[in-house]
């Protein structure tokens, strides 16, 4: 098979680029890399040396793809399907982008941040970075709860790559910062999600390793 990715089941971008995949029945295999592992570790960083996930090879161009938000613009550029995950009009296009980069800096960076956090030994807690972050989640929180007033997906009406990157990032982002009442609009959107058929599959195949997930 042409498309190999190098993913691990709990993470958040790799959930991003397998939305993707599966949003389009794109046809691949999937590598689980166990960073512990020395040698998968040690294997992982030849194919790309930063050492972050996802990476997708495809081997019949032979070329290597990090960084999520990449991997869905070089799939839907040289493995398009039925789902134009990024738009054709420019101008979309650019919509798409710009809330992709959001979901990415503004709610799942913050996201990260605390749950990171909570992977710290004690004594070495960033007590005044979780504040910001969970701050910073509010804030987006807010904005998304605006834009979900009148919109079913990210960008209007069609589901976009920008998407792909809201589903992970909602889905972690409400484990460590619930939502509230106030929020009710971003809590429907995160429900459309979930059922959507692609990120439902995700889920259910990170579903044996969430009890990894560090509590508050």
């Not at 194919?47 to 081997?59: A, H, N, Q, S, T």
């Not at 799939?75 to 980069?101: M, S, T």
Request: hydrophobic share 45%; with cysteine.
């Amino acid at each position: 098979m042409s498309l190999k990715l190098y993913f691990h089941p709990l993470a958040s971008f790799c959930h991003k680029a397998l939305i993707a995949l599966y949003e389009n029945e794109t046809a691949f295999d999937g590598h689980l890399v166990d960073l512990g592992d020395p040698v998968a570790r040690a294997e992982f960083l030849k194919v790309w040396p930063i050492g972050k996930f996802p990476v997708l090879r495809d081997e019949r161009r032979g070329i290597t793809v990090p960084e999520s938000t990449i991997v869905i613009e070089y799939l839907a550029e040289h493995y398009p399907g039925r789902v134009a995950l990024v738009p054709k009009d420019p101008d979309l296009a650019l919509q798409v982008r710009l809330r992709d980069r959001f979901y990415d800096w503004y709610v799942d960076t913050p996201m990260a941040k605390i749950v990171t956090d909570r992977l710290r030994g004690p004594g070495q807690s960033d007590v005044f970075g979780v504040e910001q972050a969970k701050q910073g989640l509010l804030t987006a929180y807010a904005i998304i709860e605006q834009e979900m007033k009148t919109n079913t997906w990210a960008v209007g009406s069609q589901f976009s790559m920008a998407d792909c990157a809201a589903a992970p990032a909602l889905f972690f982002a409400n484990m460590v910062q619930p939502f509230s009442d106030a929020h009710k609009n971003v809590g429907a959107y995160l429900k459309r999600l979930m059922e959507r058929p692609s990120f439902a599959r995700v889920l259910k195949e990170a579903e044996p390793y969430f009890a990894m997930m560090p509590k508050g």
